[in-house]
Nanobody
Framework: QVHLVESGGGLVQGGGSLRLSCAASGRTFRAYAVAWFRQAPGKERGFVAAIKWSGGSTYYADSVKGRFTISRDNAKNTVYLQMNSLKPEDTAVYYC???????????????WGQGTQVTVSS
């Protein structure tokens, strides 16, 4: 079992920055992929970014490329999502998830955190 806890969400003005954290406990997820998804009201949960725990290859949705950066800290079992140049359309609940491989599909991830709200004002 892997337990995930997200933090770092909040309210920010457009153009601002936030850094989300995803702390994992329980079984180590060094061999897993970790991803961030987001879900806005009335919309499906969508892929944001993913990172391979071993090697650190990263993947991004087109809508966040150049603005968001996913990274990991092996010693802390934590994955981060640095979000810059935030836009009102980035408003959503952000979830981290762990899976056996990197994927753009939420169905490929086995463990999920509870989510953290990000609200970007215009």
């Amino acid at each position: 079992q892997v337990h995930l806890v997200e933090s770092g969400g909040g309210l920010v003005q457009g153009g601002g920055s936030l850094r989300l954290s995803c702390a994992a406990s329980g079984r180590t997820f060094r061999a897993y992929a970790v991803a961030w998804f987001r879900q806005a009201p009335g919309k499906e949960r969508g892929f944001v970014a993913a990172i391979k725990w071993s090697g650190g290859s990263t993947y991004y949705a087109d809508s966040v490329k150049g603005r968001f950066t996913i990274s990991r800290d092996n010693a802390k079992n934590t994955v981060y999502l640095q979000m810059n140049s935030l836009k009102p359309e980035d408003t959503a609940v952000y979830y981290c998830a762990v899976g056996d491989r990197t994927s753009y599909s939420a169905f490929d991830y086995n463990y999920w955190g509870q989510g953290t709200q990000v609200t970007v004002s215009s």
